[in-house]
């Protein structure tokens, strides 16, 4: 099953813990009437210097987790 990258929200938005921020992501959807629906949420991934890189991080994980998941 391919899923419909329009109703799959990915927060990669990285946590700071001891000078470096720590990829993470929250994978959520939408259900009927509006609400959101957490998927997965991935718990620490990796930690980094620069937060682009804990983010750009978090959604390529996300990514291959959703492929996966869903094909």
């Known amino acids: 099953m391919r899923f ?3 109703l799959i ?4 938005t990285p946590r700071r813990a ?3 921020y720590m990829a993470h992501a929250l994978i959520s959807t ?3 009437d509006g609400t959101a629906c957490e998927l997965h949420r991935s718990g ?4 980094f210097d620069m937060r682009e890189d804990a983010i750009a991080y978090a ?4 990514q291959e987790w959703l492929d996966a998941r869903f094909g």
């Open 4 to 6: 419909n990258s329009t």
């Open 9 to 12: 929200v990915i927060d990669p």
């Open 18 to 20: 001891d000078g470096e």
């Open 30 to 32: 939408s259900r009927p």
């Open 44 to 47: 620490d991934l990796a930690g």
């Open 59 to 62: 959604k390529s994980w996300a």
